[in-house]
């Protein structure tokens, strides 16, 4: 039997990395010796294939013993592990968003872009969870009829923020339902969540762009290698605790019908696409633990010549994170990369 590989998983203890764990085990991946990793500062256990581990602090050391890394921590972890570990042979899967932009760095969603992956570039990161649904939802509709401008009005889940942001929410919304108000806790946020929304998803730049925006644009051209693609967009912070929705506006280069455009989504590969406007995707049922890209409420817009609007939905956990990590796993396994790098 094919020998199977050593993995480690920096943050398993977090929002992201309890999903990895999850997939790693429901999609069969071939994984030998696992090491999970947290920050040290309190222990955490996790479970995997049936057997409990304790989280240890990462070194290394310690991470060289993998084959194969996934970073879902923090920018700063990824920083001082990952190039070390990818110039010693160690392939890693970053979600942070430390390498996203890095030149020679793939920032990959395999549907849309697997071809960048190669055999020497040991270090691979994935997007943010917000563009993800944008970039392969119209990935079709940009090869075929080029998308030349997109606006974006995003409604960004709780648990894109991680684990304590959703225990924000939670702990607010119990305050609420025992007296009555919307308690304002020093957290994840900086406003209250429960029962409310906000135009912040990160910092704000001197142009007043929040950092979320910023990265929308710039991680969306990487990905298509469409850098004249004019971006503007809204993130937006709901009070949903899981699924990422995109309010979208492209106009194309080239002119089309909404029967072409209807005909392009439907084959998009990680797409599914709702014809009928009442059969729209939501985050409860379109955006929980669901591995592809869901659109519908295709319609003309009448604000620039060759425009549509479409609303996405998207699992910001699994396709936004740690599903597209396991793909891009995934796709170096099928395309023989650890054996011919001499691991499997
Ligand atoms: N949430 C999403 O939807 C999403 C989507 C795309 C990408 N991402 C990216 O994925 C990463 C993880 O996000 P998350 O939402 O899972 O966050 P999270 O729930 O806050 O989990 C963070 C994890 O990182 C660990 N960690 C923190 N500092 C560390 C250190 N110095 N050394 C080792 N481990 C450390 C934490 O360990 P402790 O438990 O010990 O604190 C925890 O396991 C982030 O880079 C984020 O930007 C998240």
């Excluded at 604000?303 to 609007?309: D, G, R, S, V």
């Amino acid at each position: 039997m094919a020998r199977k590989l050593n993995v480690a998983v920096v943050g398993a203890s977090g929002m992201v990395g309890g999903q990895l764990l999850e997939l790693l085990e429901s999609r069969r991946f071939p994984v030998n010796e696992f090491y999970p990793f947290n920050s040290g500062r309190r222990p955490a256990v996790v479970w995997f294939r049936g057997k409990k581990y304790a989280c240890l602090r990462p070194s290394l050391d310690a991470l060289k013993k993998a084959d194969l890394v996934f970073f879902v921590s923090t920018d700063e972890v990824s920083a001082k592990y990952a190039p070390r570990l990818a110039a010693a042979g160690v392939w890693c899967i970053d979600d942070s968003s430390r390498f996203r932009l890095a030149p020679g760095v793939p920032l990959v969603i395999p549907e849309v872009n697997g071809g960048e992956l190669g055999p020497s570039k040991k270090l691979i990161a994935g997007p943010n969870c917000t563009i993800t649904g944008a970039a392969v939802a119209l990935a079709g509709i940009h090869r075929k009829f080029r998308v030349k401008a997109l606006r974006l009005a995003t409604y960004q889940a709780v648990s894109g923020a991680g684990r304590a942001a959703m225990g924000q929410l939670e702990a607010e919304l119990k305050t609420y339902f025992k007296t009555g108000k919307v308690p304002v806790l020093r957290g994840a946020f900086p406003r209250p969540i429960a029962f409310n929304l906000f135009p912040q998803v990160g910092g704000f730049d001197a142009q007043g762009h929040s950092g979320e925006e910023n990265k929308v644009a710039a991680e969306l051209k990487k990905i298509w290698r469409a850098p004249g693609v004019k971006i503007s967009s809204t993130a937006v912070r709901v009070p949903v605790l899981r699924g990422h929705s995109l309010g979208v506006w492209a106009a194309t280069a080239k002119p089309w019908t909404l029967k072409a455009l209807a005909a392009e989504l439907k084959r998009t590969p990680g797409l599914k696409f709702f014809p009928e406007a009442k059969n729209y995707p939501a985050p409860l049922s379109h955006g929980n633990k669901t591995f592809e890209v869901y659109a519908g409420r295709l319609r003309r817009a009448d604000t620039a010549p060759n425009e549509f609007q479409l609303w996405v939905v998207s699992d910001n956990l699994y396709k936004g994170a740690a599903l597209n990590s396991m793909q891009i796993a995934e796709r170096l396994l099928a395309d023989k990369y650890f054996r011919r790098g001499g691991i499997l």
